[in-house]
């Protein structure tokens, strides 16, 4: 299993499930997609993760295969994948059920309001620590979400914080208690859900326009 489908009311909830760390893989990113083409009717999305893991990021089987046209393919999928969250014209909240790294803490950056649990989870961007470049998704998505007080330690230094760390750097907006993540996101996309659709995805554009044709340019070719 990878990503799945619910509806709540009015309100869309993917979770991603793998069983393990939720990898984001070739097969994640297909089922990531379908679950949102089969959302477009919502009012709002909350996008989880499984018990004490959001995503610990790309597939590591594909990146360190040896096959470089697989994992570039992955990488820029996984761009493809943030841009669309990005510019979801309709409210995005991220239930951070647990560890948001590399991957999985760039969709978070993406998503417009993100709950994490009072509990040990670790999220942050570890590229440089483990020899990588951080595409120019991420790039965008750090100048746009992270106090720039943060960034140097984040996209540079590869800091890794705790919850309340990463409330304090902008990879989450709120910390509860692990068993309510979940339905406090449900409970904030359906307070969101409440805008006319229309003005809360124009007012979105038109502040994110210009990142997500950054984003948008960097992923052509």
């Given amino acids: 299993m990878t990503a799945t489908l619910e509806t709540r009311g009015d309100i869309a909830l993917i979770t991603m499930d793998d069983g393990k760390a939720n990898a984001v893989s070739h097969a994640m990113l297909d089922s990531l997609n379908e ?6 009717d919502a009012k709002a999305v909350v996008l989880a993760g499984r ?21 570039v393919e992955l990488v820029r999928r996984g761009g493809k994948l943030a841009h669309r969250l990005y510019g979801l014209p309709r409210p995005l909240v991220g239930a951070a059920t647990g560890h948001g790294i590399a991957m999985g803490a760039f969709m978070l950056l ?13 999220y942050g961007m570890n590229e440089t620590a483990i020899g990588m470049l951080i595409p120019m998704f991420a790039q965008v998505l750090t100048e746009e979400r992270l106090p720039r007080r943060h960034r140097t330690k984040s996209f540079i230094q590869a800091t890794i914080y705790d919850s309340a760390g990463a409330v304090d750097a902008g990879f989450l907006d709120e910390i509860v208690a692990p068993e309510a993540v979940v339905e406090t996101a449900l ?5 969101l859900g409440q805008y006319p659709t229309d003005t809360y995805a124009g007012n979105k554009m038109l502040i994110r326009e ?12």
Avoid: W, Y
Avoid at 51 to 71: I, P, R, T, Y
């Fill in 51 to 71: 018990e004490k893991c959001f995503s610990g990021g790309f597939d590591l089987s594909v990146m360190n295969s040896g096959d470089m046209a697989s994992a």
């Fill in 35 to 40: 679950a949102l083409d089969e959302a477009t």
């Fill in 110 to 122: 993406a998503c417009d309001t993100r709950i994490g649990p009072d509990a040990p989870a670790k």
């Fill in 210 to 221: 210009k990142a997500l044709k950054r984003i948008e340019h960097s992923l052509q070719g």
């Fill in 187 to 191: 409970g904030i996309a359906q307070q």
